[in-house]
């Protein structure tokens, strides 16, 4: 019954589209740095920096807009030293992405504790505010949910177009496809692989910086040390539960975010209360395993994913 | 710019690169100092004095080392045969929470039965986490970095579930922290009066066992084959499947004695924060040893020496101690380019 109400009722739906805007950030830019062939596993750091970065910005007095710039100009900092490390210098992408995860993490920490030594709770910050579009929020269900969001949640739909349309629709996404699917191909072509990763890492690292800015920005308005929770793990997961599609990623996202709001309301319920609420926690982490298990077998992986490619070498 | 191996690097490349790393990084960590205001020379010998400069400082560093032993070698013997295991954290919480269940009057036996028998156990458990995602590797072909990087947040919450439940200590004032570990079930120290437990030693001699497996057995080669290239192994009748899931079990269970050891040698009970994520500077110790598991041990020390030198240091010069976790990232990544340059040269064109 509760059930029911719970999936009729329009905050529900709301507030799966605001859970799942700092994922579709994050899950489109790991799915251009693996489109076009490096796996970036420094996701959950750079998610930790831009939230960080995002945050510090407005609580020294910058404009939001330029928060959301400092953390995608900070996630693209660290993009480029992944790019550079992964890409020229061929090394192994496990483990540079580790350590940028923990570089940047710690980078975040380690700034957040000279700007404010001896805080125990975090300033709150002024965030984005809800903007209800005209006409389409008095729709039921879905004006709510869709039309009366952040700024920063309207990016994110946006950004799915956008990915979409550059990998698809253009001569860029085309060569960068293929460097992710057959980079000697590329190279034949006259295009540099080694530019095409490298930009697609940095692009694809901010966008992975606003994800994380969402959080402290749009969603909490606070920095916490680990406020990014895994998500940026959930977001490798849902690439590949998109077989490295955009739009299917997106819905992945949406699906999963549904999911994680499903059971914040499901522990309210009489029978909710009675279980722990662990249980409840782990359901993101779950699907996301199960989404592995369930896609693995039928996703086209980028042929040339985690494969270096050193110029004039077969 | 392109890179071409080099057949014989000299000398000069092989210890020089790898000391250029370290300075780069004692660089990096000069400036951060600098940024917070501190003097970098009179950090960094803080740092140093606080890690090594005296009886206690040693032993510390020596006891907070004894769980990156063993993670490290986890994910040293884990990453040879390109296994990515991430989730060494899960394991460690899987072998505390055995040893708190075993320890604490479940089996009425003497010491000397107790431990062994709950050190058995606790890698069973570590070893069994990791057969999860290791079969789904082999079986399903999901990719193990991320469902055992997930598995980290799964454990951590059933951890949480079973602190505020079933093993909740009645006597812990509301505290979630487990109920404490028998007399018998603790190990003892190595010397009277000396602050360093028995896990230290059970630590060299898991490096030393991992060492021979490694050098002197048949599993072992497989496991360098299998890391080399699987495909090529795979031909030469190596059985790359079976040859992965004995390394995840060997893997899972060497993570699960950090956690054995931290409740049965040193805290005495399992709270939350039992890992401050030594299960993921497992990673970093595992890489600045080249995954040799003898070099685990010199770098584990080196970098529990980097955490305990940092805390003290913080307490004195005020630079925040998360400098201990960025000077550890930036050796991580300068060492592994440093180990790339040694093998190859750059061609700018």
Known sequence: MELFEILLSASFWAAAVRIASPLIFATMGELICERAGVLNLGIEGIMVIGAFAGWMTVYQGGGLWMGVGVAMLSGMGFGLLHATLTVPFGLSQHVVGLGITLLATSASSFAYRLVLPEVTSPPKIEPFQIIEIPVLSDLPLIGPALFQQTALTYLAFAMILIVGLVLYRTPLGLALRAAGENPAAVEAQGLSVTALRMGAVVVGSGLMAVGGAFLTMSAFSSFFFDMVNGRGWVCIALVVFGAWRPGKAALGALLFAAFDALQIRLQQTPIGAHLPYQIFLMVPYVLSILALILMSRRAEVPAALMVPYNKGER | ?349
Do not use: C
């Open chain 2, 1 to 349: 710019m392109r890179l071409e191996p080099i057949a014989n690097p000299t000398r000069l490349r092989l210890v020089g690169l790898p000391v250029a790393a370290l300075a780069l990084t004692v660089l990096v960590a000069s400036l951060l100092a600098l940024l917070a205001g501190a003097n970098p020379f009179a950090t960094l010998g803080l740092i140093l004095e606080g890690a090594a400069g005296s009886k206690f400082a040693l032993l510390e560093t020596l006891n907070r080392a004894t769980p990156l032993i063993f993670t490290g070698l986890a994910v040293a013997v884990a990453f040879r045969a390109k296994l990515w295991n991430i989730g060494a954290e899960a394991q460690l919480y899987a072998g505390a929470v055995v040893t708190v269940l075993l320890g604490t009057g479940a089996l009425p036996l003497p010491s000397v039965l107790l431990i062994p028998v709950i050190a058995v156990a606790a890698m069973i458990a570590g070893a069994l986490v990791l057969l999860g995602p290791v079969l789904l590797k082999t079986r399903a072909g999901v990719d193990e970095v991320v469902t055992t990087l997930l598995f980290n947040f799964i454990m951590l919450l059933i951890v949480s579930m079973l602190l505020e439940g079933p093993m909740k200590d009645p006597m812990g004032m509301g505290w979630p922290k487990s109920a404490a570990l028998d007399k018998a079930a603790r190990l003892p120290r190595i010397a009277e009066g000396l602050r360093l437990h028995w896990g230290f030693g059970l630590a060299l001699l898991a490096a030393v066992g991992v060492w021979v497996l490694q050098t002197r057995t048949t599993l072992g080669f497989e496991i360098r084959a299998v890391g080399q290239n699987a495909q090529a192994a795979r031909f030469a009748g190596v059985p790359v499947n079976q040859v992965l899931v004995k390394t995840a079990l060997l893997s899972g269970g060497l993570a699960a004695l950090a956690g054995f050891s931290e409740v049965a040698g040193l805290k005495g009970n399992l709270t939350l924060d039992l890992s401050p994520g030594f299960g993921y500077t497992g990673i970093i110790v595992a890489m600045l040893a080249l995954l040799n598991p003898l070099g685990v041990v010199l770098s584990a020390i080196f970098v529990a020496g980097v955490f305990v030198g940092a805390d003290s240091m913080s307490r004195a010069a005020g630079v925040p101690t998360y400098i201990a976790d960025i000077l550890l990232a930036t050796a991580l990544l300068t060492m592994v380019l440093a180990l790339r340059l040694t093998r190859a040269r750059i061609h700018w064109r």
